[in-house]
């Protein structure tokens, strides 16, 4: 459609031609924010069905104007730009400081997948998951892992979620309610799991099984009260740490719960004769009894 001002679009004084699509051609795209950019419809029909169809609809020698058509899109400048460049293999400038993140790519993959560019939305989207690697939050990675049905990254992510506080006040960006369940549903089971085998007694299971607590396993005396004390104040700070970040990892990289462990590991059996350490291999104990469990709790 023309713009019907008797010039070209960038003679009217509210838009301005992107200096990288400037060559007048027959065709011309007019962004969400006033930026005429023009485009050869053939070359883009090469990779777009959108653009293939419209050029087979198109009837030869119709138009008498000498202006171009002028197609106004949803689209703003920035998105346009590095969709049309990746469909038609030019260079992109200053690519790794104007798209950084997978906020700035996701409009374009939209765009992308609008228009009929599989190649280009391909591309994209391995460009979103590069990106979300880059991502602090693991929440956040999660959440366009899950959106962009990214496996290996969603994966990742979920793991490293459960290793943090999980906030979901923190939610930015669309995602699914069952993506969100079942993160809440491991986060729960993992800190009954993890907060069963830091409390059990029972033979085999655990830190603190059978012998490895509060008797002497060589000569059977009980401990004396501190040993008692420096049990329980273990036990409280690793439950405290397992509650909010149940992953072993943040477990052991809690510093007043590798005090209490190094503390509790020191008590040896009052007995003068006897001087067995009574409390062995608590983080040895607590991983072995974790991968036993862990099959339990998987992210899918």
Not at 144 to 151: F, G, I, K, Q, S
């Amino acid at each position: 459609m023309s713009t019907g001002d008797g010039g070209t679009p960038a003679a009217q004084s509210r838009v301005k031609i992107h200096a990288d699509f400037s060559k007048p051609t027959r065709t011309a795209l007019l962004s969400s924010d006033e930026v005429v950019i023009y485009v050869s419809l053939s070359q883009l029909a090469g990779s777009s069905s959108f653009f293939r169809g419209m050029v087979e609809d198109a009837t030869p020698g119709t138009s008498q104007s000498t202006s171009p058509d002028v197609i106004p899109v949803s689209e703003d400048s920035k998105t346009l730009e590095l969709l049309l460049k990746l469909a038609l293999g030019m260079a992109v400038n200053k690519l790794n400081e104007r798209w950084t993140c997978p906020a700035d790519i996701e409009p374009v993959l939209d765009a992308a997948r609008k228009y009929d560019f599989p190649g280009t939305a391909q591309i994209l989207l391995g460009m979103i998951e590069l990106s979300a690697l880059r991502l602090k939050n693991p929440l956040a990675q999660y959440i366009v892992a899950c959106r962009h049905n990214l496996a290996t990254l969603r994966s990742e992510a979920f793991e490293r979620c459960l290793g943090t506080e999980l906030d979901l006040s923190a939610l930015e960006g669309p995602i699914e309610g069952r993506d969100i369940a079942a993160l809440v549903k491991a986060h729960r089971m993992r800190v009954k799991i993890l907060v069963g085998i830091l409390l059990s007694q029972n033979e085999g299971d655990g830190p603190f099984a059978a012998e490895n607590r509060t008797t002497c396993a060589r000569c059977r005396t009980s401990a004396e009260a501190s040993a008692l004390g420096a049990w329980s104040t273990f036990q409280r700070l690793a439950v405290a740490v397992i509650t909010v970040r149940p992953s072993l990892e943040a477990l052991w990289a809690d510093a007043k719960v590798n005090e209490a462990r190094i503390k509790l590991q020191q008590i040896q059996c009052p007995v003068q004769q006897c001087k067995v350490f009574m409390f062995v291999d608590i983080q040895r104990m607590t991983e072995v009894a974790w991968t036993s469990r862990k099959v339990k709790v998987t992210g899918s």
